[in-house]
């Protein structure tokens, strides 16, 4: 009884906003791209950092973990490390394509890594781009050094 | 820092926590790493100076702390691909932080006397 009261009720009481001839406005999906997009989030590059992050990634568990057990695991340790070590590996392409592209990779997703935590981390806009500014300089410094370092390699130094 | 950032606690926010923890370590490892191989272009005194730092007891130590970080940000970054591009990935996060768990636990117990050899063989006579 009391079903067929509420149910009742509930149909009298649907004020039908709109029908066929009277439909509701169209809501544009949240992340929808139109004209009046701004120039700066029309790209996909958050999408091709995030796929980046995963491809790279899988690349460097390789590479670094084939890294850390030469370095750091096999054949003593790291008591056997030094310059005699480091030229008679980069005497062989093959470890200086292995490292030059462990560089990139390492400081590429590291970077990319690090922007993420500024931008989840500093709340205010000057603070950010200063250290986003500061995480740029610094990373393209090193990937430029270390690329120096491994192309222009001298076994023959003083 | 942010008010409220503890999300939901459990495995899903602390391995969250810790890949983000372990990969800062990391990159700020890595910069120093480049800076100090790079003075293999200076000289070899130089360098061999540097890597002798590498194998005091302490830093040596801290190379067993870094290959803790660096493995734990490997095999959980798998886990994050695996839950972002398996199917079943979200279902099994939880098994698979635990399978990561595992594995790092026998890594690690492999990795002890190889990293740390030659500090123990320093301290203990061979």
Do not use: C
């Not at chain 1, 590291?110 to 205010?124: K, P, S």
């Not at chain 2, 969250?16 to 700020?28: E, N, S």
């Not at chain 2, 932080?97 to 690690?108: E, R």
């Amino acid at each position: 009884m009391s079903a067929e009261t509420t149910s009742a009720g509930a149909t009298a009481n649907d004020v039908r906003l709109y029908d066929v001839d009277n439909p509701a406005p169209v809501i544009e999906a949240p992340r929808k791209r139109t004209k009046k997009t701004g120039r700066a989030s029309r790209g996909n590059f958050e999408m091709q950092a995030w796929l980046f992050m995963r491809l790279s990634g899988i690349v460097l568990v390789v590479l670094v973990l084939g890294h850390l057990l030469i370095q750091l695991v096999l054949d003593g340790g790291v008591s056997k490390i030094g310059f005699a070590f480091v030229a008679g590996r980069w005497a062989s392409p093959f470890w200086q394509v292995w490292d030059l592209l462990m560089l990139w990779l390492a400081m590429l997703h590291g970077a990319n890594g690090l922007r993420t935590v500024i931008n989840d981390y500093a709340q205010r806009d000057n603070t950010r781009f200063w250290l986003k500014m500061l995480l740029y300089t610094a990373t393209v410094f090193t990937v430029l050094l270390g690329t120096l370092v491994i192309f222009t390699f001298d076994p023959n130094i003083s | 820092m942010p008010a409220g950032t503890l999300y939901r606690g459990r495995e899903g926010m602390w391995s969250w926590v810790a890949h983000r923890v372990t990969g800062v370590l990391i990159f700020f490892f890595l910069f120093v790493h480049v800076l100090d191989t790079a003075l293999v272009r200076v000289s070899p005194d130089a360098y061999d100076n540097v890597v002798a730092t590498y194998k005091t007891p302490i830093v040596n130590v801290m190379e067993y702390g870094l290959v803790a970080a660096i493995l734990f940000h490997a095999l959980n970054g798998l886990r994050v691909v695996l839950v972002d591009f398996w199917s079943k990935g979200p279902k099994y996060q939880k098994q698979m932080l635990w399978t990561v768990v595992g594995v790092w636990v026998v890594l690690m117990a492999g990795a002890f006397y190889p990293v740390l050899q030659h500090t123990l063989r320093t301290l203990f006579g061979s």
